[in-house]
C-alpha cells in the first residue's frame, strides 16, 4: 500500500483540500457543521453486532451492556439504526421487558424497540427513535459509550440459552 506522502509538504504546496498534516492512511476528509475540516479513519461511521447471553439480558438496567466505546474527548456518538434477534429458549423474560440504545443516560439520541422481548418465539426486534419531549434539539454527548439498557428495573426469568443479538449502524462525529 502507497504511503500518504502528502503529509509531509507544507499546506502551501497542496491543491484543496489542504491540511494534510492530520492525515493518515486509511482517512477521509470530512466538514462538520460548523465548517471545520477534519481527517476522520474508514470505519468511523460503522456497524456493531453483538449478542446478550440471558445474564446479560436479566442485568441491564445495573449494568448496562456497552455496544460502543467512548470515542474519547470532543467526540459523540449517533445511533443511526438499531434491529435486534431474540432467541427464546423454553422460558420468557418477565417484568419491563422494553429495551433502550442511548448514550450514558441521555434522553437524546436515543432508541427504543418497537416490540419486546416477553414472548415465547423468536421475535426480531426493531429499535425506534425516541426523543424527550422537553429537549428540542438533539444534542450528542461528549466522550459517552453506546448502551443497551433497560428503563425501569432488571428483567427476570428467560431460558439459559435465551440471548439477543443485536446490529446497528453509528457514526463518530467530532463536536466543537
Keep these: 500500500m502507497a504511503n500518504n506522502t502528502h503529509v509531509n ?7 484543496n483540500p489542504k491540511g494534510f498534516v492530520g492525515a493518515s492512511n486509511n482517512t477521509y476528509l470530512t466538514k462538520d457543521n460548523l465548517g471545520s ?17 440471558q445474564s446479560n439480558l436479566q442485568s441491564l438496567v445495573t449494568t448496562p ?3 460502543v466505546a467512548a470515542p474519547g474527548s470532543k467526540k459523540g456518538v449517533i445511533c443511526l439504526w438499531a434491529l435486534g434477534y431474540y ?11 422494553d429495551l433502550r440504545i442511548l448514550c450514558d443516560t441521555a434522553t437524546v439520541w436515543q432508541l427504543e424497540s418497537a416490540n ?10 426493531r429499535f425506534n427513535p425516541m426523543f424527550d ?4 434539539v438533539q444534542e450528542v ?6 448502551q443497551i439498557t433497560n428503563p425501569t428495573a432488571d428483567l427476570t426469568g428467560g431460558g ?3 440471548s439477543l443479538r443485536i446490529y446497528g449502524g453509528y457514526v463518530i462525529v467530532s463536536l466543537p
Design 116 to 125: 419486546n422481548i416477553a414472548g415465547g418465539a423468536n421475535t426480531v426486534i
Design 160 to 162: 439459559a440459552s435465551s
Design 133 to 136: 419531549q422537553n429537549i428540542d
Design 37 to 53: 475540516l477534519s481527517w476522520v479513519a474508514n470505519g468511523a461511521g460503522t456497524l456493531f453486532d453483538l449478542t446478550l447471553n
Design 87 to 97: 432467541t427464546y429458549n423454553s422460558v420468557a423474560f418477565s417484568g419491563n421487558t
Design 9 to 15: 509538504l507544507p499546506d502551501g504546496q497542496l491543491h
Design 141 to 146: 454527548l461528549d466522550n459517552k459509550a453506546l
Design 65 to 67: 451492556y456497552e455496544l
